[in-house]
RNA sequence: UGCCCGAUAGUAUAAAGGUAGUACGACUGUUUUUGGUGCAGUUUGUCCAGGUUCGAAUCCUGGUCGGGCAACCA
C-alpha cells in the first residue's frame, strides 16, 4: 500500500465503522440546508466533506432541505442551494425534504406522547423560557405537564386540526427540567404556526421544530454519519433520545467546525443582511462569500473543492485566510487560463521609428503553460500603443525593469524598444511616451543581442477595444470580525469596488462571448494584472471583466 | 460561577507513548520574453504546572485561555 494523506477524525470515526461491520458497512450521509439563503464557502466544506466521504467509501449522500419553519424558507433558495451543489461538482442520490416527513413526524409524536414522553403545553414562550430555569438553577415544571395521555392526544390533534392560534400551545417532550444540558429540560417539539409553506401549502398549522425533526429525518433515510457544525453538540443527547424513544434507525451524529474565513462573514444573517441593505448588489455579487458570489467573480469549482481538502476537517475553532483561497484558484487558473493584454491604466506609447498605418500581426500562445501553448491567437501591433501608466516612470528608482528616459523593455509577443522621450501636458501629467523599436529583436526571431530586464504587455492603439473592468478588495477592513466591538458594518471597506470603464484589451477578446456561450475559456490571465473572468453583464458592445484575483507581486510589496 | 467542546509555527492541519511533519504566508537564491510560473532553500510551534513512563504533543491530575449552551430559528 502507497503512502496515503492522513485521515481526519469523520474519516477514521468512517473506517472503524467500515472495519467493525457497522450498518454492512453502508455510508449515507446528507447534506442538510435549510432553504432560507444562499450557499456559502462554508457550506461548500460542509458539501465536500459529506459528499466527499461517500465517494471515498462508496457510499452515497442525500440532498435534504430542512424546512420545518415556512416563515423564512422560499423555493428561490431551494433552486439556488441545487444549483450551486451541482456546480460544485456534486450529485446527490435523493432530493428529500424534511417537510416529506410531516405526517411520519407527527405519528411519531403521538406516539411520545401514548408513552407519556410528550405533554401539551398552554404556557406562553416567556412562561416557557422562564420556566426552564438557567444553566445554574434548574426549571421548574408549568401547569400542565402532568395532564392525561388522553388529554394530550387529544390537544395535540386539535392543534393539528387548526382549533388554536398561533403560540396558544405547544407540544414538549418530558425530559428533565433539571438536566445540566439546558436542551434537556423540555424542549419543544411542535409550535402551531398559521404560515403558507413552499411545499406543503396550507395543509399544516403546526410544524415540527429543528429537534425533532433533524434526527427523525436521518433515522428515516438511514443516514449512517449525520455530520453537523459544533454548536449542535449540547443537541447531541437529545437527537439520541427521540431516536433512542422512538427505537428507529440509530443515525449518529459527529460535529465539526465551521469554516471561518479573514475579511469576511459568514453568517445568513449578516449576507442577508448585506444584501438588503444594499452594501452589495446581490447575493451574487462578486465580493460575497457565497457560492454564487464565487462563481461569478470567476472562481471555478476545482479551486474551491481544493481549497476545502487543504483546510482540513477538526474541532478546533478556526480562522482561514484569504489568501489560502486565492492560492488556490490562481493554482487552477495558472495551469488553464489563456493568457490575453490588457491595459487598465492606460498611456499611450509612440514608437517613433514605425511607420504609421503599418499593422503587422504577432503571435502570441494561448497558454504557456501547457505542452502545446493551446494555439495561438493574433495580435497586430503598430506604431502607438496603449500600455500600463504604471510601467513608466521619470524618474526611475533603482531596478525599475520598466520604462523611463534611456530604459529599454520588450513589449510582450513583440520587439524591445527604448525610451526617448516623453511628453507632458500643461498641468504637469505625462501624456505621451516616445520610444524607438529594434526590428532585429522581435519575438521569436531576435537577433538583436540586445537583453532587457523588464517584458511589459500592451495593446495597440489602432486596434484595441475597450472593456470595463471590475476590480474588487476585500469587503472588510479588518481581518477577523469577530474579535471587533460593535455592528459589523462599521468595518465595511467601502473602497472595494473599483470599476475601470474604458480599460483597452487585445481585440481577440472580442471572442470571449462566443467562447462563453460554448462555456470554454471564460477565464483569462490578463498578463500582469491578474486572473479576470467575464461578467455575466457584458454585452457585445460592452464586455465586463471580473478581476477574481490578482497575481502575486514581488515587486510592488518592496 | 453549572454543563459541554477545544488548545501543535502568523494561519490551518498531521504525528494513535518512540526523529514534531505538511500546506499557505513570509524571506533568500535560481530559472523565466508575465517582477507570474517552476525549482532549491531559510524561517517560526506542542498553553502552564505537576505526575505516570526508559521515553509524553499524545496518558493522568490541577490550572489558564478560547468557544458553545437558557429562540415557539436551524
Known sequence: M??????????????????????????????????????????????????????????????????????????????????????????????????DYFDQLFDFAVALISKGLAYVDDSTAEEIAASKGTPTEPGKPTPNRDRSIEENLQLFNEMKD????????????????ANSNMHLRDPLMYRIKWAHHHRTGDKWCIYPMYDFAHGQSDSIEEITHSICTLEFIPHRPLYEWFIDQLNIFPSKQYEFARLNMTYTVMSKRKLLQLVNEKHVTGWDDPRMPTISGLRRRGYTPL??????????????????????????????????????MAVLDPIKLVITNYPEGQTE????????????GEGNRDIPFTNEMWIEREDFMEIPPKKFFRLGVGLSVRLKHAYIVKCDSFVKDESGNVTEIHCTYFPESKSGSDTSGISVKGTIHWVSAQNAKTAEIRLYDRLFKVEDLSIEEGDFKNYINQDSLQVIKNA?????????????????HIRYQFIRKGYFALDDDSTPENLVFNRIVTLKDAWTKK
Do not use: M
Open 162 to 177: 387548526g382549533v388554536y392560534p398561533d403560540g396558544a400551545k405547544v407540544l414538549r417532550a418530558k425530559i428533565d427540567l
Open 361 to 372: 500581426i504577432l503571435i502570441g500562445e494561448n497558454n504557456p503553460e501547457a505542452e502545446d
Open 2 to 99: 502507497s503512502e496515503e494523506r492522513s485521515l481526519n477524525f469523520i474519516e477514521e470515526i468512517v473506517e472503524e465503522d467500515i472495519r467493525n461491520g457497522k450498518n454492512d458497512g453502508r455510508v449515507l450521509t446528507r447534506f442538510p440546508p435549510e432553504p432560507n439563503g444562499y450557499l456559502h464557502i462554508g457550506h461548500a466544506k460542509s458539501i465536500c466533506l459529506n459528499f466527499g466521504l461517500a465517494q471515498k467509501y462508496n457510499g452515497k449522500t442525500n440532498l435534504r432541505f430542512d424546512d420545518t419553519n415556512p416563515s423564512t424558507e422560499e423555493t428561490e433558495y431551494v433552486d439556488s442551494i441545487k444549483t450551486d451543489v451541482k456546480w460544485l461538482g456534486f450529485n446527490w442520490d435523493k432530493e428529500l425534504y424534511s417537510s
Open 504 to 520: 483597452f484589451v487585445e481585440p481577440d477578446l472580442l471572442n470571449a462571448l462566443n467562447q462563453k456561450s460554448i462555456n470554454e
Open 303 to 340: 479551486s474551491i473543492r481544493n481549497f476545502c481538502e487543504k483546510i482540513g476537517v477538526a474541532k478546533r475553532e478556526n480562522i482561514i485566510d484569504v489568501s489560502l483561497l486565492e492560492f488556490c484558484i490562481r493554482e487552477d487558473l495558472n495551469k488553464s487560463a489563456w493568457r490575453r
